[in-house]
């Protein structure tokens, strides 16, 4: 079989990081990469010897390439992909997929009319072993119904010289959000992916509390499932905390699951599920005991230090186009939640109204324009920050 060829659109940190392990995925071939930036463009054509271009819509033009990569600033990535379908090129993009919901929705209707392309993002965190074996703890019922979460994920610490390094970062213009929208969408996918989309969040939101920036670097949120149809909630609804920031060291990251039998708590890389014998709700009725608890067993999980990375989400997407019905780590479609979540919570804290999901999408965007238009936000100049990849994911 021929191997795909691959485009990559943006040739910044995390597109070189992606280009460091092509080699090792069987059935890729890097082909070209396009940049409008051409001191990022040089560099990775005079190192990976593709063919360049300064702009996306070109290399989705130009033959070479069976699919594509997008790995530009997030506005551009629902134009880019959507391109890349009318082109027929199979799409991998960065995550979010889009600054809102609405036009993830508008890929995703071009998607609908290519149903032999496959479109992928990249939520590589959903392939860690660990999170793997939670989602099988919580699909296979070992936890019960679900009745409160709450996670305070709050180690995702930026320092000024990261939100100064690219003109696009940190404005709404350039980027369309902060910490909702940039570093902690892999907590909320995660969140949608195990329980479920929330159906109503009220948050409160800060802009550049920590940060010269006007966009979100602090956000505390109740939330709210009350979606019938969910079989992984509690019946009766489930409730949620979320807590996130840029502006806070030591940080934290702590989720907190807690169902009818039992609770699970994912602290520095550790899961501990502790689970009750019976049920706590049949507990809770039949017991004569006036202080009784169920009884527990505790179970620690590890599954080691191994962390796949973003090469397995691309292995994955090259497979799913040579070997199509191959299920995909993280679909297109699938990456919706998380936005729509992340786009909730910030209607909320800058309304002051909970939000209910899927939200008034159009209220969303018309929201966002204006902040864009209303801005007199002045950026510092763009400095060159040092920067270690290593450090860069968790
Ligand atoms: N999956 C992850 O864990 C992860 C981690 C980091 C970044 N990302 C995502 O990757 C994307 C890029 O982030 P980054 O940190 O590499 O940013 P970056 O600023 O380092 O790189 C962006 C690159 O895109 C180029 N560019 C800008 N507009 C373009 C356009 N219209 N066409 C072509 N190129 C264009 C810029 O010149 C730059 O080289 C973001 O959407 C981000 O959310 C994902």
Redesign the pocket.
Known sequence: MKPIRLGV???????RNHMGYFESIPGLKFTAA????TD?LDLVTSLFGVEGFT??RKLIKSGLCDAVMI????W??PE?SIAGFKAGLHVLT???VAVTAKDAVRVEKEHAKHRGLVYAA???IRAHPMWLAIKQIIDRGDLGPIQRVNWIVTNWFRSQAYMD??A??ATWKGEGGGVLL?QC??NLDLLCWLVGSPTEVLADVRCGKYHHIEVDDEVSALLKWDDKKNRRINPKGATGVFVTTTGESPGSDRLELVGDRGKLIVENGKVTFTRTHVSVAKFCKTTDEAFGQPTTETITIDTGSANPG?SVVTANFIQAIRKPKTPLICSGQSALAELELGNAMLMSGLTGNAVRIPTNRAAYDRLLKDLIAKSTFKKGAVKKAKVDMAK??H
């Open positions: 659109i943006g040739c910044g940190g995390m597109a396009a940049d409008n930036f990022n702009d996306g790995c530009t600033p997030h551009f990535h880019l960065e995550k979010p990249m939520f590589q390094s690219g696009w970062r940039n969408p892999h973003h860069s994911f």
